[in-house]
């Protein structure tokens, strides 16, 4: 248990970050993570090499994220995310979220994934592939798209 906990703080923080800018929704990320953990430290015995702990708990992260977003639509979260905002402290940075929110659903789930693990967990393609147990020049190629999927959708926006 010891041992978990020490691997587990060192990646606590990078599976929020991944689980809100995917989910959308801070109860649902920290409820993602939580599932994630308990998981995780359920088969911990079974992980052979302590040096795969990051990867191996990320791809438990995906999973648990794709079953939530199974659960609840896109517009369900950004509706809950709207609400809890409303009911609390203004957030200065609400509107970018919510755009950047919008924009990452405009693409496919496996995009979306790839994406949010480069630009906000900061891993390289071959650990991706690893986490989404995909060949390195998938991830590489679906990245490639994805990022121009974006980058159209922000010339719509900037025409209008």
Known sequence: MERFME?????YRDLYRLAYYYLGNAEEAEDAVQDTALAAWEHFGKLKREESFRAWIFRILVNT???AMRKKSRREYLADEREQRAEGMPDPNLAERLELMELLSKLDEEERMIVTLSVF???????????????HSTVRSRYRRALKKLERELRGKEEL
């Open 7 to 11: 691997l587990y703080e060192t990646v």
């Open 65 to 67: 994220c794709r079953k």
């Open 121 to 135: 967990g900061g891993y390289k393609g071959e650990e991706i592939a690893e986490i989404l147990e995909r060949r």
